[in-house]
C-alpha cells in the first residue's frame, strides 16, 4: 500500500501564479481534507472533499478551491498567489468508518 | 471555534529520561483527541489517540491521559530515545462516533530534541 501520496513535493511560483496540487489518497480511504502548514505552526484546515463534493472549509479565501474525481483523488488550487501563500500544504486521507486520517508527505509551495 | 494550546515549544531531555507535552482545548463537545509526531520532510503520523469517555490510554513507552473537566490532555514518553526526537502535535476534534467527519484543530506543536 503506497499510503497517502502528494505532487510535486517542492513548487516555485511567482506571485499572482495559479498553482494546482495533487493527492492519492491510501487504498480504501473515501474522503480527504486538505490542510495548510506554515513554518513553525501545526497545520490548519483548509477544506474537506467526500463524495467528490466538499463537505466541511475552515477559514481560508475563495482563492483556495478543490475537486475529487470519482477514484477519491482530489487537487487543491490556489489563484492569484500571495507570499503569505508559502507553506508545506497537507493532504489527509481517511475513511467514513474508521477515526484515524493518515498524512501525505507535503507539498512545499515557495512563492516569490 | 476551536483553540487548542500546547506547551512547551521546545523540550530537551536525555536519552533514557521521561518527557510530558501538555495541551488544553476550548470546545468542550471535542470528544477525540490524536497525537501527531512529524519528522523533518514528512507528514505527520499518527502515534497514539484518545476518546473523551476514557481518561487514559497506553501503548508501550507512550501514553495519554485526557481530563474533560479541565479540558486538558497530555502526553506522556517514558525511557526517551534519539529516534523519538521530532515535532509532537496535539489536536482536538468533534464529530459522530462512526467517524469520516472529524476535523482535528492543531496545537503549534512541541519540537522535543533527545541528547544521546
Known amino acids: 500500500d503506497a499510503g497517502v501520496t502528494q505532487s510535486p513535493t517542492h513548487l516555485i511560483k511567482t506571485r499572482g501564479q495559479q498553482v494546482t496540487l495533487r493527492c492519492s489518497p491510501k487504498?480504501?480511504?473515501?474522503?480527504v481534507s486538505w490542510y495548510q502548514q506554515a513554518l513553525g505552526q501545526g497545520p490548519q484546515f483548509i477544506f474537506q472533499y467526500y463524495e467528490e463534493e466538499e463537505r466541511q472549509r475552515g477559514n481560508f479565501p475563495d482563492r483556495f478551491s478543490g475537486h475529487q474525481f470519482p477514484n477519491y483523488s482530489s487537487e487543491l488550487n490556489v489563484n492569484a498567489l500571495l507570499l503569505g501563500d508559502s507553506a508545506l500544504y497537507l493532504c489527509a486521507s481517511s475513511s467514513r468508518v474508521e477515526t484515524e486520517a493518515f498524512f501525505g508527505q507535503g507539498t512545499r509551495l515557495t512563492v516569490v | 471555534g476551536e483553540n487548542v494550546e500546547q506547551h512547551p515549544s521546545t523540550l530537551s531531555v536525555q536519552e533514557g529520561d521521561s518527557a510530558v507535552i501538555k495541551c488544553t482545548y476550548s470546545d468542550s463537545a471535542s470528544n477525540y483527541f490524536p497525537w501527531y509526531k512529524q519528522e523533518l520532510g514528512k507528514g505527520p503520523q499518527l502515534i497514539i489517540d484518545?476518546?473523551?469517555?476514557?481518561g487514559e490510554k497506553k501503548d508501550q513507552r507512550i501514553a495519554v491521559t485526557l481530563n474533560k473537566t479541565a479540558k486538558h490532555f497530555s502526553l506522556h514518553i517514558t525511557e526517551t530515545q534519539p529516534e523519538d526526537s521530532a515535532v509532537y502535535f496535539c489536536a482536538a476534534s468533534k464529530g459522530s462516533v462512526s467517524g469520516g467527519s472529524y476535523i482535528p484543530t492543531f496545537g503549534r506543536g512541541t519540537s522535543l530534541i533527545v541528547h544521546p
Open positions: 487504498s480504501g480511504h473515501d474522503t
Open positions: 484518545i476518546r473523551s469517555n476514557v
